[in-house]
């Protein structure tokens, strides 16, 4: 649950997010000048003011130091699926109260806040959860104090944290990553975490700093607070859940689109005859298209999805259609020329028959006047053209129809399974 705010904290309109209004006149100060010095001075607030910068700023150590924390979405970096890594640029305030600091503006020519270096004054020590590698980029080297007492801290961070990819729907997938923020070493008697925007505020001023997105869409940024035990210690977390949208486009255009070419062509390619080798090296040939597709794949998605990824299905179905197509195209030829070679064999048999009786009539001929020889090879020349004109086989007349029926069977299927694929992507839940 969140953190009630007390009713004595500020509101983020107090403080940040809003232009500063003009000073305020206290009485006469044309006499006085006033310096931003004046005030460390009257603080006792200098780099060697140990004391503000080693201790929590609290007179009371009972009392809880509140801190007010806003996280906004800058920039979505970039997203690695396969390293499973979310890099995002984000703009983190903090504010929180020191009870060593407080002055009366009107004492210093109407002066309400003052800033000075970081090192000097003492800051929560919060982290990122997620965070896997520290932001190389030096942080704000000041920050302001305000004449009640409240400190304030901006920073931007180009942040390096984990997030679990969800790519069942790769590439129309929405994926969402936390960015939980924690104290270190204190407990909650020692540091309250709270936040003043709500979910829809922080989506609301996200998209108006939002300067680039690349490949992915912010969609909205939920704000979510909760207690935890870690090592027997309660903390405050609060967590960003940020969620965002693949851009499709590229992928379709670079991925889908030239897959499902590829099956347009293994369809096409029943027109080819299958005489000669030229249709089984066309099929073999698209059929190893897909499989390059498959490995660009290979190098995109991570291997711990819980689920298969849809696109995967998408590749090995028309895979294992490709291939059922090239098996067909290769059984029928085999079975074609092998009904072939045995008409080839029976007729050389039978022509090597024919010759020898040919030779005897030959010889037996010449006793006959040359009327009869050539009554004789005429006969001979019939006979050897009936056999010359013997029907084609069975497989070798049918095989048009089997590729017709298998053709039928193939685009029926391809049909079914690429339904199947866009209701998943676009209608079933993940």
């Given at each position: 649950?969140?953190?009630?705010?007390?009713?004595?904290?500020?509101?983020?309109?107090?403080?940040?997010?809003?232009?500063?209004?003009?000073?305020?006149v206290y009485g006469d100060t044309s006499e006085k000048v006033c310096s931003y010095q004046d005030v460390l001075d009257y603080l006792k607030l200098t780099k060697s003011s140990e004391?503000?910068?080693?201790?929590?700023?609290?007179?009371?150590?009972?009392?809880?130091?509140?801190?007010?924390?806003?996280?906004?979405?800058?920039?979505?970096?970039?997203?690695?699926?396969?390293?499973?890594?979310?890099?995002?640029?984000?703009?983190?305030?903090?504010?929180?109260?020191?009870?060593?600091?407080?002055?009366?503006?009107?004492?210093?020519?109407?002066?309400?806040?003052?800033?000075?270096?970081?090192?000097?004054?003492?800051?929560?020590?919060?982290?990122?959860?997620?965070?896997?590698?520290?932001?190389?980029?030096?942080?704000?080297?000041?920050?302001?104090?305000?004449?009640?007492?409240?400190?304030?801290?901006?920073?931007?961070?180009?942040?390096?944290?984990?997030?679990?990819?969800?790519?069942?729907?790769?590439?129309?997938?929405?994926?969402?990553?936390?960015?939980?923020?924690?104290?270190?070493?204190?407990?909650?008697?020692?540091?309250?975490?709270?936040?003043?925007?709500?979910?829809?505020?922080?989506?609301?001023?996200?998209?108006?700093?939002?300067?680039?997105?690349?490949?992915?869409?912010?969609?909205?940024?939920?704000?979510?607070?909760?207690?935890?035990?870690?090592?027997?210690?309660?903390?405050?977390?609060?967590?960003?859940?940020?969620?965002?949208?693949?851009?499709?486009?590229?992928?379709?255009?670079?991925?889908?689109?030239?897959?499902?070419?590829?099956?347009?062509?293994?369809?096409?390619?029943?027109?080819?005859?299958?005489?000669?080798?030229?249709?089984?090296?066309?099929?073999?040939?698209?059929?190893?298209?897909?499989?390059?597709?498959?490995?660009?794949?290979?190098?995109?998605?991570?291997?711990?999805?819980?689920?298969?990824?849809?696109?995967?299905?998408?590749?090995?179905?028309?895979?294992?259609?490709?291939?059922?197509?090239?098996?067909?195209?290769?059984?029928?030829?085999?079975?074609v020329e092998k009904e072939s070679a045995c008409q080839s064999g029976e007729t050389d048999m039978g022509r090597s028959g024919l010759g020898s009786e040919l030779t005897e009539e030959?010889?037996?001929?010449?006793?006959?006047?040359?009327?009869?020889?050539?009554?004789?090879?005429?006969?001979?020349?019939?006979?050897?053209?009936?056999?010359?004109?013997?029907?084609?086989?069975?497989?070798?007349?049918?095989?048009?129809?089997?590729?017709?029926?298998?053709?039928?069977?193939?685009?029926?299927?391809?049909?079914?399974?690429?339904?199947?694929?866009?209701?998943?992507?676009?209608?079933?839940?993940?």
């Open positions: 649950m969140a953190h009630a705010v007390p009713d004595d904290q500020f509101m983020p309109q107090d403080w940040v997010f809003r232009p500063p209004s003009p000073l305020p004391l503000f910068s080693m201790t929590r700023p609290v007179k009371d150590f009972t009392n809880p130091t509140v801190v007010a924390l806003e996280v906004l979405l800058y920039a979505i970096l970039d997203v690695k699926e396969i390293d499973q890594t979310f890099v995002p640029y984000v703009w983190i305030i903090l504010v929180w109260q020191n009870d060593y600091i407080s002055w009366n503006p009107r004492d210093f020519c109407g002066i309400e806040n003052v800033s000075i270096p970081t090192e000097i004054l003492w800051k929560p020590d919060l982290t990122i959860e997620e965070m896997t590698q520290k932001d190389t980029a030096p942080p704000s080297p000041h920050l302001i104090i305000m004449s009640n007492g409240k400190v304030l801290v901006q920073n931007d961070q180009v942040l390096v944290s984990t997030c679990r990819m969800q790519v069942y729907k790769f590439p129309f997938d929405l994926q969402s990553c936390n960015l939980s923020v924690k104290s270190v070493v204190h407990s909650v008697n020692e540091i309250r975490l709270i936040h003043h925007l709500n979910s829809s505020v922080s989506t609301k001023w996200s998209r108006q700093l939002m300067r680039t997105q690349y490949e992915w869409l912010f969609v909205n940024m939920t704000i979510t607070s909760k207690t935890v035990f870690p090592f027997g210690v309660e903390q405050d977390v609060i967590i960003y859940t940020i969620f965002m949208k693949r851009r499709a486009k590229l992928y379709i255009v670079n991925f889908l689109l030239p897959i499902l070419f590829l099956l347009c062509l293994d369809l096409a390619s029943f027109l080819i005859p299958n005489k000669g080798g030229e249709k089984l090296s066309f099929k073999v040939t698209v059929l190893l298209a897909v499989t390059v597709m498959q490995l660009i794949l290979n190098d995109i998605l991570p291997s711990s999805s819980d689920k298969t990824p849809l696109i995967e299905v998408y590749c090995f179905g028309i895979f294992a259609l490709m291939m059922l197509s090239l098996l067909e195209t290769i059984v029928l030829m085999y079975l030959q010889h037996a001929s010449e006793k006959f006047s040359d009327d009869l020889k050539e009554l004789v090879k005429m006969v001979t020349l019939v006979l050897v053209n009936m056999k010359e004109d013997e029907k084609p086989g069975y497989w070798t007349r049918n095989s048009q129809t089997i590729n017709t029926i298998y053709f039928i069977l193939y685009v029926i299927a391809a049909g079914l399974f690429l339904g199947y694929i866009h209701y998943c992507w676009f209608y079933a839940e993940d």
